[in-house]
């Protein structure tokens, strides 16, 4: 009797056994299915990345828009040390708070995640210096002008990936996407001072978007789930980020 029973409870642990497996099979080749149907769902957008490339991004991929990280932490950077902090309608607290952006984006399904690696060159004893190499009196005037090269090319690289971002929300647009909605890394540069701070309107409204920085958008966690580097401090040219939401 012992020993039928045993032999019961080892057919029907054997069972149990199989079915598990059986289960556990189906749910892993669900997954893949899933997974494989999600990249042709991305791929869709392939133009667009492949655009973002020609118009000098040094990567780009498409992503799920709940891949975006947003942060509230990020906002508070731009609250605390930021010099832009409040002087353009770009940054806050004239844009989407962190709460806000988080409802924006989970109406979007993807978004295009873009690097754009700068021209401007400094090593890592330059760095030390940039940010004060104007006023410093310390400050050679040869690293001064060292400085002031950095930061020019740096502003002209910044405006060409903000042209980008805007000709490839303006292409998905005309590909039928009509709520695509871009954003750069910084602050505005397109004035010299925004008088929209004063006024509430801006005057570069087809060109001036919104910083990523400014909504809590986290580049580095971002840019991991979208398997794009980021290393900081830059070793020699520093590196821009920039977002293409679309539905």
């Not at 045993?6 to 059986?22: E, K, P, R, S, T």
């Not at 709940?66 to 731009?78: A, G, H, P």
């Not at 005037?141 to 303006?170: G, I, P, S, T, Y």
Request: aromatic fraction near 8%; include cysteine; proline fraction near 3%.
């Amino acid at each position: 009797m012992f020993r039928d029973d045993l032999g019961f409870d080892i057919l029907l642990l054997c069972l149990f056994a199989c079915n598990v497996y059986m289960v556990g099979g189906y749910l892993e080749l669900k997954r893949l299915v899933d997974a494989l149907s999600a990249q042709d769902e991305r791929s869709k957008f392939d133009f667009l990345r492949k655009r973002a490339l020609e118009l000098g991004a040094s990567d780009a991929k498409v992503i799920f828009a709940s891949d975006v990280v947003i942060e509230d932490r990020v906002v508070l950077k731009c609250k605390v040390g930021c010099n832009n902090y409040g002087k353009t309608l770009m940054c806050p607290p004239h844009t989407p708070t962190a709460e806000e952006f988080r409802k924006i984006v989970s109406e979007y399904r993807y978004a295009l995640f873009m690097k754009f690696t700068s021209r401007a060159e400094a090593d890592l004893e330059l760095q030390k210096v940039l940010s004060k190499a104007a006023t410093d009196p310390t400050v050679s005037v040869a690293v001064k002008e060292k400085a002031a090269k950095f930061w020019a090319q740096w502003k002209e690289d910044k405006d060409q990936m903000l042209r980008a971002v805007v000709a490839l929300e303006r292409e998905a647009m005309r590909a039928g996407y009509s709520l695509a909605v871009g954003f750069v890394s910084g602050a505005c540069q397109l004035c010299e001072k925004c008088s929209g701070v004063e006024t509430g309107l801006c005057v570069h409204q087809e060109l001036a978007r919104i910083s990523e920085d400014a909504v809590g958008v986290n580049v580095k966690k971002t840019a991991a789930k979208a398997n794009i580097s980021v290393i900081f401090p830059f070793p020699k040219n520093p590196e821009s980020f920039a977002l293409l939401l679309i539905d």
